[in-house]
């Protein structure tokens, strides 16, 4: 009987195996800076040159998401009427506007509304590669402490915010 | 037709590092050394090229940042780490061999050794056991049998 049963069983553990690969997303590359604090950062603000964003300051003593877009990137755009809606449902956004001009990073907020409390404007994408960016829309979640608890490569979606960031915020925000 | 076919082989032959820089160096050791990180690191983008591949945004600001890096005096490893803490071992084509990397160092061999295993037991349970020795009686037996059948073949 064990004759049979074993390599029968051998094969199942094979089938499973594969088949919780197959649903592993290898494009979703684990952060190792979660649960890091935040790296810090001054850039100057997107909607005025002049005014500089300090992330030490900012990014601290509240939950906030921290979203990298541009202007260029089609999944941002797919994202944006999400996060008009989190904005509204009053949660704390911050932008990294990565690799792209002033110019149509400006007229984007301009046309498509602004979600983002402030909006730090990294040109040369120096910051973002600090933050271990590699696509855009990428977006972390910082508790009050300053540190990173969470990474989501990809625009959000009412699922991932229902499933996993929101759980998440809400969580963070009863903590001290 | 014929101009397709010399179109074709145009675009065929083109060459593909098109988006590679073209990079000076101070001396040709580091520029060995520049090769060889953007050589073993991997480009997040297009997961299967490394950076010396890759034709990607991100893979070009990876290898810049790589370029300024040793022009600065910094040592291979040093590099290696300012990626790895931002990317992890992702960006490594060679994971450190560590815990959580066991299986995917060992796992193999494990497999290999298992199968080994397996082989050479079923190897032997196929093999035929040597009959029982006979008995006496049996033995007088067979002489006999042999006995009449040598004569009958006669």
Known sequence: MLKYLLPLGLFAALLILLGVGLTLNPREVPSPLVGRPAPTFTLPRLDDPETPFDSAERLRGRVSLFNVWASWCVACRQEHPFLMQLARQGVTIYGLDYKDTREAGLQWIERLGNPYRAVAFDTDGKVAIDWGVYGVPETFVIDKQGVIRYKHIGPITPKDWEEKLGPLVAYLEKQP | ?154
């Open chain 2, 1 to 154: 037709m014929k101009w397709g076919i010399a179109l074709l082989a145009l675009i065929l032959t083109l060459p593909t590092s098109a988006g590679i820089e073209v990079r000076q160096f101070p001396n040709p050791e580091l520029e060995a050394r520049y090769q060889h990180l953007i050589e073993q690191l991997r480009c997040l983008v297009c997961q299967n090229q490394s950076l010396a591949d890759s034709n990607a945004d991100l893979a070009e600001d990876l290898r810049d940042e790589v370029y300024t890096m040793l022009l600065a005096g910094k040592r291979d490893a040093e590099i290696v780490d300012f990626l790895v803490q931002r990317y992890g071992d992702f960006v490594l084509y060679k994971p450190p061999v560590k815990k959580t990397t066991w299986l995917l160092w060992f796992g193999p061999f494990a497999a290999l050794g298992l199968g080994g295993i397996l082989l050479w037991r079923i190897g032997r349970k196929r093999r035929p056991e040597p009959p029982p020795p006979l008995s006496d009686a049996e033995r007088r037996r067979l002489e006999k049998l042999l006995q009449d059948h040598g004569s009958d073949d006669a």
